[in-house]
């Protein structure tokens, strides 16, 4: 094993060298980059939104609206095809997806099935159906009596082709904006996620992707004083529209649409010469332009409305006929306005109306205030492992750490290879990595201490103890990377990146423990032909300690039936502090413009605005301040009039750094998922360790992690700590943490069963655990160090994820010693129950006495 061929040794380096190079674009800004050479990588690691500050939004596309459309549409086509071939006709009306209309003479049934068969017929679905589909089905219950109905196919077909439609306007719009790397992309069948990096104002953005900007051309109804269209109904072929201006004019305008948006070829803002007003100029195309001309030549003298989602932008007298093909719109428009509404009509009208079902906005001084707060406790956290590692090994603990400087490097490299985003969950992801990437190390040096011990020469302890670490490293990381892989797959935003972040870091962190830390020490054993081994200036756990853990069963046992017992209690009894992840409604941080922020004058304002249960406390500094307001349940969109209700009344006096909206569609979607998560985690890997250990193995993990889950979820209840999404997040990875720790303990104990055939198990497991307790003791110090350095200097947005992280680490240890080892006695297995699974070795292996030494 410490044998390297030349062949070998520049692969490990080469990978190595190739991490190095994806990872030092990093370090430099982009114009810089741009002056290296072209065959060396240059992509950087992209910042998410809660580092560089920007806008992420989820639009829904409502179905109902899309059935009505189509409800509308098919009942026009049955009037427009039954008035041209002049059928009579009489009930046409369209209810649920079902149009009906009954032919008044019976003699012209015929005709109408063929006048209404192009209804009917087939379309083409292409790669979104996959085939022919029928979008209309005709029945006649009684003869001349037509029911078309709309099918559910059909309207899943219209739902794809409008979500997409949906992708490309928006993002048409948005790439006018002239943002940085958007990224707009469909969420499942009728949802849109759209994320702007740096983008401070999102009330624009939403403006600009939230309005539908149908333009039409029509002309105004001046036969009629729009007051009595008002008071009674308006004449047949008209409505009443109303301007956008304040107070709004009323206009009673025919519904006969003379040009509409899509006849556009082009839109500008610009400034009107005479009066210097800013102005958005339009050209048709040729249809538009006839259309348009003829339509003005006809009514020279008569208004006509230009409407934009059914709203009167100016309503200009035609003085001449406009044959030119092209015009000006003016309606008291700010430089900004104007070019925005040039961007809606150049990109196009969406086909629904979208409604905002979650919204997370970053202001850019809080992400550069996150970037530094992470920069800070990565560093520190980092200074602490490696002093650790020094301490605790010597020589091997300046070993370990160019493998964990190396581990860095790579996950970076990895992380920007791929293109992937860092979030503040990833960051903590790579903090996390650092601290256990540490316990690969430490149980190779403690297990070539053990082999030493036993009487093995150097050469023999080093190769031995690497040998017989391997399948503990891999069944300890395996189970964090099950953790990882699901949290990816049914997580979603941030913790998707905490996700990728850690399981990327599971496999570099196996490949510097052990194959860069192997060929370092080898190189070492070549070089300086060691006598003996090296040694830390602290020894943590003393040698030859002996607890007799399992004496001390009982007592902990009932102790943790009793905290989880309470915890399921308290759980039940108490309301948790749920974030609006799970609850719906709004989060807003602001920052106060003067020197201190007035909590009690921002409760009084809010108040007035009848939103509800209003939460307002300190945050951080004396200038901050954080707000909490309640779910509305006025449907989705009422959550995004808090927003700009409280923008309204806040924004003269504070900066908004943080908002974060979360619908009631979303807030029960967010809760499905991460329970489905943990559930589904704990199930993946009981069958993992249940295939490579025995049911006992499996049935015992399970038990001792839902412990550490419950009791988790128990400090959550009684100290009061939010739990959101980050949440989850940190319970999956105890989820993970705890097991690996679990399963380094099982796999000493399955290893003993088998080695010594004839001991008692209470006995060998007192064994078992004080094999492992200078592992167990150490790995835990260093991921608490780090996680440590992260609570206090990551800033306050981490500090509930990080807490939970920190409990966890503590209640994993504990119970993989207390719980874990215990339960197999419980279980009844049998010193036994392994022989089937290693015939061979238990042939060969030699009962030797037992030793409670760890060195």
């Known amino acids: ?101 009954r032919i008044r003479d019976e003699a012209d049934i015929e005709r109408a099935k063929t006048a209404l068969a192009s209804l009917t017929e087939p379309v083409s679905g292409g790669l979104l159906s996959g085939g022919i589909l029928q979008e209309v089905t005709r029945d006649e219950p009684e003869p001349g009596l037509f029911q078309f109905n709309i099918t559910d196919q059909g309207i899943d077909y219209r739902m794809a082709q409008a979500v997409t439609q949906t992708v490309e306007v928006i993002r048409g719009r948005i790439d006018e904006l002239g943002t940085t790397e958007p990224v707009i992309q469909r969420q499942g069948t009728d949802r849109i996620i759209v994320q702007v990096p740096g983008l401070d104002d999102p009330q624009r953005l939403k403006d600009l992707i939230g309005t539908t900007a149908r333009l039409t051309f029509q002309m105004v109804d001046v036969t009629t004083p729009v007051e009595d269209a008002i008071n009674t109904r308006p004449p047949a072929g008209t409505e009443v529209l109303y301007s956008t201006d304040d107070p709004p004019i009323p206009y009673l305008i025919e519904t006969r649409e003379i040009v509409t948006g899509e006849n556009l070829e082009d839109a500008q803002a610009g400034f009107d010469q005479r009066t210097n007003e800013p102005i958005v100029t339009f050209r048709f195309d040729g249809t538009g332009a006839q259309r348009f001309g003829r339509a003005t030549q006809e009514n020279v003298g008569r208004p006509f409305a230009i409407v934009l989602d059914n709203q009167v932008v100016s309503a200009p007298v035609i003085n001449e006929p406009i044959l030119g093909g092209s015009g000006q719109i003016s309606g ?165 990146g905490f996700a990728v972040t850690l399981a990327i870091g599971i496999v570099t962190t196996v490949f510097t423990a052990f194959v860069l830390t192997r060929w370092m020490i080898a190189f070492w054993v070549r070089r300086q032909k060691p006598k003996e081994l090296p040694r830390g200036p602290v020894t943590f756990v003393p040698e030859g300690t002996r607890i007799a853990f399992m004496w001390l069963r009982r007592i902990t046992f009932s102790g943790s039936a009793v905290l989880v017992i309470a915890s399921m209690v308290l759980f039940a009894t108490v309301n948790m502090n749920l974030g609006i992840d799970f609850k719906g409604g709004s989060l807003i941080e602001v920052q106060s413009k003067s020197e201190q922020a007035d909590i009690g004058d921002i409760r009084a304002r809010l108040n007035n605005l009848n939103l509800g249960d209003v939460q307002v406390q300190g945050f951080g500094t004396e200038r901050d301040v954080l707000v909490r307001i309640e779910a ?14 409280v923008r309204s009344e806040l924004e003269a006096d504070y900066d908004f750094r943080r908002v974060e909206v979360v619908g009631p569609t979303v807030s029960g979607e967010l809760a499905r998922a991460g329970t489905i998560a943990v559930v589904s985690a704990l199930l993946a890997i009981l069958v993992y360790i249940w295939l490579r250990f025995e049911w006992q193995f499996a049935v015992g993990a399970i038990i001792a992690t839902t412990h550490d889950v419950l009791l988790t979820i128990g400090m959550f209840v009684v100290t009061g700590l939010e739990f959101n999404l980050s949440s989850i997040a940190a319970i999956l990875t105890i989820v993970g943490y705890s097991l690996n720790d679990t399963v380094v303990v099982y796999d000493r104990v399955r290893e003993n069963l088998r080695r010594y055939k004839k001991m008692q198990l209470p006995e060998l497991l007192d064994l078992s655990m004080n094999q492992t307790l200078p592992r167990t003791i150490q790995t835990s110090l260093t991921t608490l160090l780090a996680l440590m350095a992260l609570f206090f200097f990551g800033g306050e947005v981490l500090q509930s994820f990080v807490a939970a992280m920190i409990f966890g680490v503590v209640v994993g240890t504990y119970s993989s010693i207390f719980i874990a080892a215990p339960l197999l006695i419980l279980f009844k297995l049998r010193p036994g129950a392994l022989d089937r699974d290693d015939k061979e070795k238990d042939a060969t292996a030699t009962t030797q006495p037992v030793d409670f030494g760890t060195s």
């Open 332 to 496: 008291n428009f700010s430089v900004e306005g104007a070019n925005d509404l040039a961007i809606l009509l150049r990109a196009g009208a969406l086909p629904l109306t979208p409604t905002f079902v979650e919204e997370r906005t970053v202001g850019p001084s809080l992400g550069a205030d996150s970037v530094a707060a992470g920069e800070i406790a990565g560093i520190i956290g980092s200074i602490l492992v490696v002093a650790f590692m020094f301490l605790a090994y010597g020589f091997f603990g300046l070993v370990a750490n160019v493998a964990l400087i190396v581990n860095v490097i790579l996950v970076v490299a990895a992380l920007s290879g791929l293109g992937a985003t860092l979030t503040l969950p990833g960051i903590a992801g790579i903090v996390l990595t650092v601290g256990m990437a540490v316990d690969s190390n430490v149980l190779i040096f403690e297990r070539i201490r053990e082999e030493r011990a036993a009487g093995r020469s150097v050469i023999q302890a080093i190769d031995t103890g690497f040998q017989k670490a391997l399948a503990t490293i891999v069944d300890a990381n395996l189970t964090t990377l099950i953790a990882a892989v699901i949290l990816f797959y049914l997580g979603s935003g941030p913790i998707r």
């Open 1 to 101: 094993m410490l044998y390297f061929s030349p062949w070998k040794t520049v692969l490990i380096w080469l990978a190595v060298v190739v991490g190095i190079l994806f990872a030092i674009p990093n370090l430099f800004a982009p114009t810089t980059l741009q002056s290296f050479p072209g065959f060396l990588p240059q992509s950087r690691l992209a910042l998410g939104l809660d580092l560089q500050g920007g806008v992420h939004l989820q639009l829904k596309l409502d179905r109902q609206e899309l059935v009505e459309n189509r409800l509308e549409t098919v009942r026009d086509d049955v009037r427009r095809l039954l008035r041209a071939d002049s059928i009579g006709y009489t009930g046409l009306s369209g209810r649920g997806q079902t149009v009906t209309v």
């Open 632 to 645: 509305q349940g006025g449907g989705e969109n009422a959550e995004q009039t808090v927003i700009t209700n």
